[in-house]
């Protein structure tokens, strides 16, 4: 690592010769396949753009010039580059780096990304801004790992190429997002790969139409040329989409042979307006793993960093994704119209079990969560039960769809929000905190959260038995309480209904989804004290079970709502609205999550910080009972 304890930020790579910069790029693939085999962590995509990241901090002056990452996990060489390769192994780690950008965490992270298709838009705006301040420095957005088959790129070319605003897109084509990337552009983008001659074609036809018009003059002849030129461009330029987008397009380029991308971007930075360079790479490039599947480099737990091979963990319940996906897999043969659709999730989902088993009924639509959304829609007009499994934190780029496309027309549509809740060391912007409030307040929905496997199944069984709207429900990532049985053992769980998991008569503790087994560990060690505490598993959380919560309220003075998400609108804001109007004199407190962002660590510390565990509801129980009714021993 010789060369690079010498960097400290850009400006080292710049003093560098150009002979340095390939053994540079080895170093630093090293560094990355070594701290991450203890760290786990993102790890494909940003292997593919080392020599990328090598050529930009050599030909930019970063932070002068504003290098924006589209999908922030592309950038951990970038991390390593611009002054934090000695803190890279606290990443992800509590108090230590993101695993994404962050504007806080350095100079060179000109825009924080998470999700994927910001990073253009984010650099035209850069742009903008630099225009109308006067200032002079250059903007280059970089943007790929499948963020070409989610929408907001493509409007953000169609406002930036036509502008002759100063712009450079990177566009980072890996072939992957974390399964292959699908769909026309895909295809588009490969073809312009199978077909490199058309370059030197087009430049070929181009330049004898130029000399002709040069000799032999006119200006009938000149417009002969340009509509001639424009005809050859559309024929042969593998660039076309981004040519009529106002692009002026160069590639595609080696993103593995520095010294091209060198000489590329010298000379494209001296040019001004719009225009994209691309750049051909392999996500993973480098790491020890023999097998094919490429979806495993995305993303991995520690490893050995020599085989590549995930290192031993204790096996214990199954995780709830998997739970999922072997129950949509095994439902699948009952309901015939039954089809899975995901955006570019496959396995992060589940729904590569699914997939395997049911290939037909099986669409993967890229990262398009509101096109999942109205796709979804769709079929279901047509008699199809479709199951659209999406991250929580990604749903939130349909809301709109969600309410206009499918509520408002009562559609039955199942949403199945992976990732709900504290989602652990990928931190603030995979937070899935705030799908209850956003989900509640959507009419015709209905909203529950299983406290386990075997009632995931059974409220999956009432979804595909509700036919009078869209139905969703959320779970955690991580380990199920205990394995779940054959879905074909289970049944379906009557529709708005609570179950009772301990009765008592000081206080009743109402749990939506995982939080049912803190609240019966908070009860327990309550009832060693002398309280005597209901505990009811509210797996529905629209509609309520009127029945129960009326018996509740006659039975007790304080009722304690507990959800992991946000406070602020959730299910105890919405609960307390609903008793204050027909029980008033009964005390709604709610439990969840503080209305603020939470920083990478282990979900379980995320959860104790927040006090959703046993002792620490139990210990606001303690203090709530102690106002309700001071005189008890």
């Given amino acids: ?41 993102h ?44 803190r890279l192994p606290t990443l992800r780690q509590t108090g230590g780096l993101s695993g994404f950008l962050r504007r806080s965490e350095s100079e060179h992270d000109q825009f924080g990304a998470g999700h994927a298709g910001t990073g253009l838009s984010a650099a035209f705006g850069i742009a903008a801004a630099r225009d109308l301040k006067g200032e002079q420095f250059k ?57 490199p001659i058309t370059v030197r074609i087009r430049e070929i036809v181009k330049a004898m139409i130029e000399k002709a018009s040069h000799v032999v003059g006119g200006q009938k002849l000149v417009d002969f040329a340009k509509t001639m030129e424009e005809s050859i461009k559309n024929l042969w330029s593998p660039g076309m989409l981004f040519e009529e987008l106002g692009f002026r397009y160069f590639g595609p380029i080696d993103g593995h042979n520095i010294s091209q991308m060198v000489q590329t971007f010298e000379i494209v930075k ?63 043969a009952e309901y015939p119209n039954l089809v899975a659709i995901t955006a570019a999730m496959p396995s992060g989902t589940g729904t590569n079990i699914f997939q395997k088993k049911w ?32 991250y929580s ?7 709109d769809s969600i309410i206009h496309d499918v509520a408002i027309q009562q559609l039955p549509v199942i949403f199945c929000m992976d990732r ?55 779970y955690p990532r991580d380990k199920a309480p205990g394995a779940a049985p054959p879905a074909a053992e289970v049944a379906p769980v009557p529709y708005g209904s609570w179950e009772m998991l301990r009765r008592g008569r000081d206080c009743a503790l109402l749990a939506v989804g995982v939080m049912c087994r803190p609240a019966l560990d908070a009860a327990a060690a309550l009832a060693g004290e002398g309280w005597d505490v209901t505990v009811v598993n509210c797996r529905f959380l629209k509609p309520i079970d009127r029945a129960t919560l009326e018996a509740l309220t006659r039975e007790h003075r304080l ?38 962002t939470y920083e990478h660590a282990p979900r379980a510390q995320q959860l104790e910080e927040v006090g959703l565990t046993g002792p620490g509801i139990a210990a606001r129980v303690r203090a709530l009972a102690t106002e309700e009714s001071p005189t008890h021993s």
């Fill in 139 to 195: 903007v280059v957005g970089v943007v790929g790992d499948g963020a070409l088959t989610c929408g907001l790129p493509y409007e953000a070319m169609n406002n930036a190429g036509h502008s002759g605003r100063d712009v450079i897109m990177v566009l980072n084509d890996n072939g992957m997002s974390i399964a292959p990337n699908v769909g026309a552009i895909n295809r588009y983008l490969g073809s312009i790969i199978a077909s």
């Fill in 359 to 390: 290939p037909e009924r099986f669409f993967d639509v890229g990262i398009a969560e509101a096109h999942a959304t109205t796709f979804a829609a769709g079929l279901a007009t047509q008699g199809m039960r479709p199951v659209v499994a999406i």
């Fill in 43 to 86: 790890i494909g995509a940003g292997l593919g753009v080392v020599e990328l990241t090598v050529a930009l901090c050599y030909c930019f002056d970063s932070p002068r010039d504003k290098i924006v990452w589209d999908v922030g996990h592309q950038a951990y060489p970038w991390k390593i580059l611009t002054g934090r390769n000695a």
């Fill in 1 to 41: 690592m010789a060369l690079l304890e010498t960097i400290a930020g850009p400006a080292d790579v710049r003093r560098l010769s150009r002979e340095q910069l390939q053994p540079l790029a080895d170093e630093v693939r090293r560094r990355l396949i070594d701290v991450v085999s203890q760290t786990g962590g």
């Fill in 420 to 474: 709900a809740g504290m989602v652990g060391e990928d931190g603030q912007t995979h937070m899935g905190l705030y799908d209850i409030a956003y989900m509640l307040a959507v009419p015709n929905l209905t909203v529950t959260a299983p406290k386990d496997g075997a009632e995931l199944i059974g409220l999956l069984r009432c979804a595909l038995e509700h036919s009078d709207g869209p139905f969703s429900l959320r």
């Fill in 559 to 596: 009722l304690v709502t507990i959800e992991d998400g946000t406070v602020v609108n959730g299910f105890g804001a919405s609960l307390a609205g609903i008793v204050q109007a027909s029980a008033p004199d009964v005390r709604v407190v709610a439990l969840g999550v503080p209305d603020r």
């Fill in 270 to 332: 001296t040019l001004r307006g719009p225009r994209v360079v691309h750049v051909i790479t392999e996500k993973g490039k480098g790491f020890p793993l023999p097998e094919p599947d490429l979806e495993k480099y995305h993303a991995r737990a520690p490893y050995d960093p020599v085989t590549g091979q995930l290192k031993p963990v204790n096996p214990g319940p199954p995780q709830w994704t998997r739970v999922f996906g072997e129950a949509i897999t095994q439902l699948a």
């Fill in 393 to 399: 934190t990604f749903l939130q780029r349909a809301y």
